[in-house]
């Protein structure tokens, strides 16, 4: 147990919180700030590499004897799809949230690479970067839970996947610290996600290369007599320009004669700022209000104490498979969003005298698309609950994967092909979905849930 | 909480259907597809060890009998339930993935128990409960379209004593029944009345009046007979209509189709089953040919087996959860005709598909008749069809989805 309480300090938000926000009416409440005075922010739409600039300084307050760890809440007996109350409260607030704020700002964020600054700062105070970090480490929950996380995400992406792959990105960092970090590295850093100005972060995995394998990377890290050097670069890291704080994976290389060990992947925690670090835009089809760009290491110098946890190779798979059910849930987000867009547009749309819905043709792929997208839904709850009971998820991740990766990526077609020529153009958001959706079965890491 | 593993409770039933299915089910299988309409005789032997069983209460339940209301338990249900609906798909996993054909000519479990379970009266469950049912639906010029049939119930009242129904008409691929006990026949009261004066009718299967007139020979699921029936002035005791007798315009047609939605996930857990011993067998094959399946690797890090392989059990995963979902919902009262359906199209569709691309993936192995992956493929295209097929089920889930009507929605 950690010797001393974050809570202590006051800072915690979080999902007491936001309890308490979403029954004094949180949506009422932001919904009284104008929307017109959004201030864009973000990588600058100019393709030059830049250097990194350092963020603010992370200096442990508190010293823990040792890391904070998941309690695992063990297997349950009964089969149900019943979320608990708090799970319920905080899906339909974060939801509200997401359909009043996020999706009337999706198009002009997709347009601007950026997420307005103003729409980060709501999604902090709901608490979204504390969700995965215990109360004892100054977080918002007794016990992590990765379907919380699941249903949030998914709740957010209903509004829209790149603002909420925004919202998200520092959330990632701070439940990876919470799960892997050593007692060192969470009393440096998590004091910052659970405080009132929350930094942009990112969890970086993904290389521009075909055929990317998360576990080969070309990324390197090889061992000095004082730390590590990082050489290599990586792809659509969400916020590159803002971040403050990275989480990194690489190859790391031990030259160590006397702990001998072979190369393995495994994750670096890296400030921005130093030498040997750029950053330059890298927008994509999609999830474009994420701000992606790209971080190029050479020769980048790394304390020893940057090796997140352990370095082991389960640290990294785990991060994969967390990550996966991340993209997973904001698939699932999305093609809601797409399916609750068709369904009352080939119901009015008419056409040789009748509604479109009318015709089997159309009605069909609007019953599959509902059936395709429960699939992913049950599909993705269940490798989730499986990691909140501590049994082995990795093939239930790689299931729920596939399905969102594939089945998702259908149903962002079928959105844009019922609504025709008109899907086709910005007028609808079914084309900016479809971009989106194609980001399910590319990314890797950027969440971890 | 949300949890969506196979509940513990249910572990050992499941367990002993998965033994039945390995013992009885497989090794009886290749010789009940090649002797079609021969009565295999090891199910007798069965239905002993099935009936000993519902005594000790572990299959309880493993047939279709189980679903829909818990007859007797009235007390006030507070929280989550996992209960007979469930009970009853886990069963059927497991036996299917034995033998379909084998499950479906199960003394004593056919589908019309759970249409008997679904709108029976307390005097009629004496009567007709833990028998042998079979249903009749289906005529030559009324499939999918079963507010068409013809068969006709009139009543006769002539001997006070003894008011008893006349039906007539022809039915047809009514699965089971020949061996079956009692026949559930849907009939009309009045052809002019449409939909809600459509009625089921329990019929003894050694009536006079149902005559068989042949035996369907079949693609798959040749261990199951299929029979055609003339009913020829067949009378039955009025005692036996199932549900109120009134034409009631509102609700009459709807009362009989809900029995689908407790049987369609059932349907459903059978396509499951045989998918899952395909993938099973496909996989044991795969590996001796050396086929590493690697659930961390992207899709194409790997061979195209193993993609291929890693695809087809998302689909079964989605397929299987889906009616997962559907029985839970009928365990906890929740009107689930939505997912019902939605379950039964994702299944009867994916396991189709996953037996045939099995049957491809293994060759000539998987094609010729040393394997059973060729039985089970041909075994599962039923399951698209019977029960509503794939089709109805977009129709039904399309409906729900845009408020349409089946007249807006044809």
New interface residues.
Partial sequence: MAEQNFTERGMAVGLRALNRLASNGLIDRFGLRDPAQRVLHGASKATVRTATRAGRTFAATQKLSKPARQPR?G??????????EE?QLLRESVRDFALAKLRPAAQAADEACATPDELLGQANELGLTMVGVLEELGGAVAERSA?TTVLMAEALAQGDMGIALACLAPAAVSTALSLWGDADQQATYLPEFVGDNVPAAALVIVEPRP?????ELQTKARRTGDGFVLDGVKSLVPRAGDAELFIVAAELIDNDPAHPAPSRPALFIVEPGGTGLAVEPEPAMGIRAAATGRLVFEGTKLPSTALLGDGSRETI?EC??LGRLGWCALAIGTGQAVLDYV?PY??ERKAFGEAI??R?AV??T???I???L???R??T??A???VD?G?PF???????R??C???GMAIGSDGVQLLGGHGYTKEHPVERWYRDLRAAGVMEGALVV | MINLETPRKFEFLVGQAHQVATEIFRSNSRKCDSDEHSYPKELDMLAAVIDGMNEGGALSGAGAGGVGEDSGSKKARVGNRNGSNMASLLGLIELSWGDVGLLLTMPRQGLGQAAIAAVANEEQLGRFGGKWAAMAITEPEAGSDSAAIRTTAALDESDPAHPEYVLNGEKIFVTAGDRAELIVVWATLDRQQGRAAIKSFVVERDNPGLILERLEHKLGIRASDTADFRLENCRIPKENLLGSPEIEPKRGFAGVMQTFDNTRPLVAGMAIGVARACLERTRELLTEAGVEIDYDLPPHAQVAAASEFIAMESDWEASRLLTMQAAWMADNKKPNSLQASMAKAKAGRTATDIALRCVALCGSIGYGEGELLEKWARDVKILDLFEGTQQIQLLIVARQLLGKTSAELK
């Fill in positions: 809440a297997r349950s007996n009964l089969f149900d799809l019943t979320p608990d799970q379907v055929l990317f394998n998360p576990f798979a994969v498979q369904i080939v119901n819905s009318s089997q009605a069909f609007v019953a599959n509902a059936i395709e429960d699939g992913m049950l599909a709850y269940r989730a609950s499986r009971q049994a990795a093939r239930e991740v790689s299931l729920a596939r399905l990766s594939e089945r």
